[in-house]
């Protein structure tokens, strides 16, 4: 199992520029997450997905939209990237709303600079 | 609104123990869950509260005070490799079923 995959692992774009973030995982979990963390910061929830079809905002949506058409992908898109997206973003994964646990799979992240 | 707060930096002596707090502010709460994250890495989940008490999983345990809003996490028998950031979660329902991050405490393990 790979678990949780992210593509690319960095970029560099210019103001104005777009792009999408893929998030893959093989685990078949209901519930996906995108993440910013900025240096010496927590993660930051940006949005999220409880289930094939859905997708749910987080704390800093702004600037970004995601897409959850197949229950193994999640991807995060930048229509219009400013400097203050400049981050790096994680993907996560986890089985549903089971109370007893939250554990969350992270991907390996993706260093995004934006000039 | 959602808050935690966590202390910014520990450091700690190989073989020690270390207790890291967390104060939290959620309606709606759920759990507590506590993640390491070395330096370019991705976070890694360690353990997850969401009943009062004390669980524990080999050198690490984790505590949970709901009615203090209030959980630890406990490192025992430091070592050089637990040099890492900590972040507690909070899991609510506020807003959306979802969970919101601390901002991390770093951890500095010296021999």
């Known amino acids: 199992n790979a678990g949780v995959t992210q593509t690319p692992k960095f970029r560099v774009l210019k103001t104005g520029q777009s792009m999408t973030l893929l998030c893959a995982q093989d685990m078949n979990h209901e519930y996906m997450y995108w993440y910013r963390q900025d240096p010496g910061m927590g993660l930051r929830l940006i949005h999220y997905?409880?289930?094939?079809?859905?997708?749910a905002k987080g704390e800093v949506p702004d600037g970004y939209n995601v897409s959850r058409l197949k229950k193994q992908n999640f991807l995060l898109g930048l229509e219009s990237a400013a400097p203050s997206q400049t981050s790096v973003y994680f993907c996560?994964?986890?089985?549903?709303?089971?109370?007893?646990?939250?554990?969350?799979?992270f991907g390996p992240g993706t260093r995004l600079t934006v000039l | 609104g959602q808050s935690l707060e966590q202390p910014s930096e520990v450091t700690a002596v190989e073989g020690a123990i270390v207790q890291i707090n967390c104060t939290y502010q959620t309606s709606g709460f759920y759990g507590l869950s506590w993640y390491q994250q070395h330096d370019g890495g991705a976070p890694t989940f360690l353990s997850y509260n969401a009943l009062d008490g004390l669980e524990e999983t080999g050198r690490f345990s984790s505590f949970l005070s709901r009615s203090d809003s209030y959980g630890y996490l406990l490192l025992q028998e430091l070592q050089m490799k637990d040099s890492a950031s900590y972040f507690c979660?909070?899991?609510?329902?506020?807003?959306?079923?979802?969970?919101?991050f601390g901002a991390g405490t770093r951890l500095f393990v010296k021999a």
């Open positions: 979660a909070v899991r609510s329902d506020t807003g959306g079923f979802k969970t919101i």
């Open positions: 996560a994964s986890s089985p549903g709303t089971n109370l007893a646990t939250d554990t969350q799979y």
């Open positions: 997905s409880v289930g094939e079809g859905t997708t």
